[in-house]
């Protein structure tokens, strides 16, 4: 670019250019929030909730929020705890980000919740309690052990599929090249379901399904700019199977079918 053109008119992306902007965010977000709830995962291995804390708040900088500073927040999860039948309120983290997520880490007898700053700051008191009703589910059924133990059934899969013996040719040729995919697609689904499952628990906890709903359809706006009430193309239909959570309207149409029920 000629020196003299340098405070031109600012290049403006092309719509498709800033559609798969928003898509690259939202995927980057989720293979972050992937990374940091495996460190923390690898934190509670070595060290309990002292290993958590250590990991998590000594990399990120995420700090352990006292009762003092939200007393609302900890009666609710009080509350929820106490229904879920949990032997022990799970710790409660803040993370400076300004995306909105939440993780659970732990079993029933020792866990934490870790909320973002952005989510904090961007819903409601009850959309939060929502949220928590969620991560409260996946402490209570010991989703963090099921998807170790799934995540490590799939890389033994991956492992035996390719330093076993291996046919010379045939269909159980095609499908030893084939078991790592199929392994982590039935991982993803796993993923999927105990994701449908907590949204469920969470309607149960909470006897309301609407400020989950709020907060779902809340995220989903904050992370592709748009709602998603509806199913998406046909076309596009296939690419839900490659994800570890079920697409917004999936739990948006289920949850409000569940509290129509009630």
């Not at 809340?218 to 690419?239: I, T």
């Given at each position: 670019?000629?020196?003299?053109?340098?405070?031109?008119?600012?290049?403006?992306?092309?719509?498709?250019?800033?559609?798969?902007?928003?898509?690259?965010?939202?995927?980057?977000?989720?293979?972050?929030?992937?990374?940091?709830?495996?460190?923390?995962?690898?934190?509670?291995?070595?060290?309990?909730?002292?290993?958590?804390?250590?990991?998590?708040?000594?990399?990120?900088?995420?700090?352990?929020?006292?009762?003092?500073?939200?007393?609302?927040?900890?009666?609710?999860?009080?509350?929820?705890?106490?229904?879920?039948?949990?032997?022990?309120?799970?710790?409660?983290?803040?993370?400076?980000?300004?995306?909105?997520?939440?993780?659970?880490?732990?079993?029933?007898?020792h866990s934490a919740i870790t909320l973002t700053e952005g989510l904090l700051r961007g819903m409601t008191?009850?959309?939060?309690?929502?949220?928590?009703?969620?991560?409260?589910?996946?402490?209570?059924?010991?989703?963090?052990?099921?998807?170790?133990?799934?995540?490590?059934?799939?890389?033994?899969?991956?492992?035996?599929?390719?330093?076993?013996?291996?046919?010379?040719?045939?269909?159980?040729?095609?499908?030893?090249?084939?078991?790592?995919?199929?392994?982590?697609?039935?991982?993803?689904?796993?993923?999927?379901?105990?994701?449908?499952?907590?949204?469920?628990?969470?309607?149960?906890?909470?006897?309301?399904?609407?400020?989950?709903?709020?907060?779902?359809?809340?995220?989903?706006?904050?992370?592709?700019?748009?709602?998603?009430?509806?199913?998406?193309?046909?076309?596009?239909?296939?690419?839900?199977?490659?994800?570890?959570?079920?697409?917004?309207?999936?739990?948006?149409?289920?949850?409000?079918?569940?509290?129509?029920?009630?």
């Open positions: 670019m000629p020196h003299g053109h340098a405070h031109a008119t600012s290049w403006v992306l092309p719509p498709h250019r800033r559609a798969q902007r928003a898509v690259n965010r939202a995927d980057s977000s989720l293979v972050m929030n992937g990374m940091l709830l495996l460190l923390a995962l690898c934190g509670w291995i070595i060290g309990g909730e002292a290993g958590v804390r250590w990991a998590v708040s000594g990399q990120f900088g995420a700090r352990l929020l006292r009762r003092a500073e939200m007393p609302a927040l900890f009666e609710i999860l009080a509350v929820l705890s106490r229904r879920a039948g949990l032997p022990r309120m799970p710790e409660l983290y803040c993370l400076p980000e300004a995306g909105m997520n939440a993780y659970a880490l732990g079993s029933p007898d008191l009850n959309e939060v309690a929502g949220i928590l009703a969620h991560e409260v589910a996946h402490i209570r059924n010991d989703d963090g052990a099921v998807m170790t133990l799934a995540a490590a059934l799939h890389c033994a899969t991956a492992l035996v599929a390719g330093f076993g013996p291996q046919p010379a040719g045939g269909p159980l040729a095609a499908l030893l090249r084939s078991a790592p995919a199929i392994g982590r697609l039935l991982h993803l689904a796993l993923s999927r379901i105990r994701e449908f499952d907590a949204d469920i628990a969470a309607l149960e906890l909470t006897g309301d399904a609407y400020g989950l709903m709020a907060a779902l359809d809340k995220m989903e706006s904050h992370h592709n700019g748009s709602h998603q009430r509806r199913a998406p193309l046909p076309s596009l239909d296939m690419v839900r199977f490659l994800r570890s959570h079920p697409e917004t309207w999936e739990r948006l149409r289920t949850l409000e079918s569940r509290a129509q029920m009630r």
